[in-house]
């Protein structure tokens, strides 16, 4: 695994989550498409509360606490425990916390990717968890541009965007 490669990729991700959130407004920042799916300050929410409370943690963990037991997880508690957040707030948090994520990535000297942990769910690498935390960005920037196509069209009504593509 190329460190400096990921690092850079999960600065990159992070740039693009704020490109896509930064300019919606509080309403659209709160609509939902249907009552149990999640809005766009949900899903920041719980990137904000991921970043500090889960995947560094966990790789901190696995890395250099190999002893001690693995934290159960709370997934949804950065989305229902603070959906009255603003959007803006998790923004800056998520990216703030995504910094010194990145802080701390750099200064890791020869991680060993292969050590393991026996975690509630299984036996996990470190590199699982790494990789596991690229594809978590990755899976909520599909998520939030499924948000922003939805809320566009509504915007748009009565038009369509039939013209733009397949979707």
């Given at each position: 695994?190329?460190l400096?490669?990921?690092?850079?990729?999960?600065?990159?991700?992070?740039?693009?989550?704020?490109?896509?959130?930064?300019?919606?407004?509080?309403?659209?920042?709160?609509?939902r498409?249907?009552?149990?799916?999640?809005?766009?300050?949900?899903?920041?929410?719980?990137?904000?509360?991921?970043?500090?409370?889960?995947?560094?943690?966990?790789?901190?963990?696995?890395?250099?606490?190999?002893?001690?037991?693995?934290?159960?997880?709370?997934?949804?508690?950065?989305?229902?425990?603070?959906?009255?957040?603003?959007?803006?707030a998790?923004?800056?948090?998520?990216?703030?916390?995504?910094?010194?994520?990145?802080?701390?990535?750099?200064?890791?000297?020869?991680?060993?990717?292969?050590?393991?942990?026996?975690?509630?769910?299984?036996?996990?690498?470190?590199?699982?968890?790494?990789?596991?935390?690229?594809g978590?960005?990755?899976?909520?920037?599909?998520?939030?541009?499924?948000?922003?196509?939805?809320?566009?069209?509504?915007?748009?009504?009565?038009?369509?965007?039939?013209?733009?593509?397949?979707w």
């Amino acid at each position: 695994m190329n460190l400096a490669q990921l690092a850079a990729q999960m600065e990159s991700n992070a740039e693009a989550v704020r490109s896509i959130v930064e300019a919606v407004s509080d309403e659209q920042a709160r609509w939902r498409p249907t009552v149990d799916a999640w809005s766009m300050a949900d899903v920041m929410a719980h990137l904000a509360y991921e970043e500090v409370h889960d995947f560094r943690d966990r790789l901190e963990l696995i890395l250099h606490r190999p002893d001690e037991h693995w934290p159960l997880a709370e997934p949804n508690r950065g989305v229902y425990a603070e959906s009255n957040k603003d959007l803006s707030a998790a923004l800056q948090e998520f990216v703030t916390a995504r910094r010194a994520s990145i802080v701390w990535l750099r200064k890791l000297r020869n991680p060993d990717w292969e050590a393991a942990h026996e975690a509630p769910f299984g036996c996990i690498r470190a590199g699982d968890v790494l990789a596991s935390w690229l594809g978590h960005d990755l899976l909520h920037l599909r998520q939030l541009t499924e948000l922003r196509w939805s809320i566009l069209a509504r915007q748009i009504q009565p038009y369509e965007l039939h013209y733009a593509g397949e979707w």
